[in-house]
């Protein structure tokens, strides 16, 4: 059962313009959120988290927003830049178990 | 910090081999995770550890797959007999637990092509 889903496979935007990554989960209990960037032939490397007691949080360029209501998570990239291009895996934490969405490939252009 | 070390980087084997994959966490580190990656599911975990002792081995497929870590510094994923279905990525994370705050590092990955 995949608990975590990002439902669009890819993502495509114009340089300096605002990405928007979204993510949908099922289990109420996830307490704990991350978004985790990944280019090809390397592991996945973190970005930003959220714990499930807050509704934003914000990074410089980067800023997740959680609507627990909706069961639903977003990344924000503002302003887009070409080295951003990579793919996006949205995760949710309970209890140290860690399930991943099947990830968005976001491609900024110049 | 080297990071999370993973061997071999590529794995090319027959169906019916044994795969042994191999992994050095962060020195520091108490928790081990091994994850696999492929396109139809995304990125999946198989097992963690928490000081050396298996915590959850839920995720791990089948009986043919089995991991170890003797001390804090080194975990084994083993696949024995290997199917061409077995074919993937497969990562190694390593965390400091300290409450749910917890980030994970990931290695570089091991990719594994059962023929």
């Not at chain 1, 099922?26 to 509704?55: C, H, Q, R, V």
């Not at chain 2, 797959?65 to 061409?84: C, D, H, R, V, W």
Request: glycine content about 6%; some cysteine; hydrophobic content about 35%.
């Amino acid at each position: 059962d995949q608990q975590v889903k990002q439902n669009s496979p890819s993502l495509s935007v114009q340089e300096g313009r605002i990405s928007i990554l979204n993510c949908d989960y099922t289990n109420s209990m996830f307490d704990y959120f991350l978004w985790y960037k990944k280019y090809p032939a390397e592991g996945p490397t973190f970005l930003i988290s959220i714990s499930s007691i807050k509704d934003k949080n914000e990074d410089g360029r980067f800023t997740v927003f959680l609507n627990k209501s909706a069961k639903h998570l977003s990344l924000h990239i503002v302003p887009s830049q070409p080295g951003d291009s990579a793919v996006y895996f949205c995760a949710a934490n309970e209890n140290n178990d860690m399930r991943f969405g099947a990830g968005t490939r976001l491609t900024v252009k110049p | 910090d080297a990071g999370v070390i993973q061997s071999p980087r590529h794995e090319v084997t027959e169906m019916g081999q044994e795969v042994t994959l191999r992994c050095k966490p962060i020195s520091g580190h108490n928790s081990l995770f091994w994850y696999r990656q492929t396109m139809m599911r995304g990125l999946e975990l198989l097992i963690y550890f928490n000081n050396n002792v298996p915590i959850d081995d839920s995720g791990m497929p089948e009986d043919r797959f089995s991991a170890k870590m003797p001390n804090a510094s080194f975990s084994t994923l083993k696949i024995q007999p290997s199917e061409p279905r077995d074919s993937a990525v497969y990562f190694c994370a390593s965390s400091l637990m300290q409450g749910i705050q917890e980030t994970q590092y990931f290695g570089p990955g091991t990719r594994l092509l059962v023929l």
